[in-house]
């Protein structure tokens, strides 16, 4: 089993920067692809990011490309989420989760492929 860990959220202006930190212990960290998901209230949970094992591969929602960057550091057992000119429409609960069968570059976007989740971490963006 693996236990997640977020850190980084807060409030921040429109336009702002946010970075947060997934911390993972337990079983060995580059066995899991590592994704980060978010739940705004009255919304259903939806994808945000994931990254391969080896972090070779990404894969980023429509809404946050060009905006957000995911990374990780296997030697820290640790996943980041760079989010630049947030707006208020990001505003929600992010999750890190990890998923232990995807392949060595397997990114899959389905929260029902994540076996392990965080507590979450409040991002809010102000207008």
């Known amino acids: 089993q693996v236990q997640l860990v977020e850190s980084g959220g807060g409030l921040v202006q429109a336009g702002g920067s946010l970075r947060l930190s997934c911390a993972a212990s337990g079983r060995t960290f580059s066995s899991y692809a590592m994704g980060w998901f978010r739940q705004a209230p009255g919304k259903e949970r939806e994808f945000v990011s994931v990254i391969s094992r080896s972090g070779g591969t990404t894969n980023y929602a429509d809404s946050v490309k060009g905006r957000f960057t995911i990374s990780r550091d296997n030697a820290k057992n640790t996943v980041y989420l760079q989010m630049n000119s947030l707006k208020p429409e990001d505003t929600a609960v992010y999750y890190c989760?990890?998923?232990?069968?995807?392949?060595?570059?397997?990114?899959?976007?389905?929260?029902?492929?994540?076996?392990?989740w965080g507590q979450g971490t409040q991002v809010t963006v102000s207008s």
């Open positions: 989760a990890a998923d232990d069968k995807a392949g060595f570059i397997g990114t899959r976007r389905s929260q029902y492929y994540y076996a392990y």
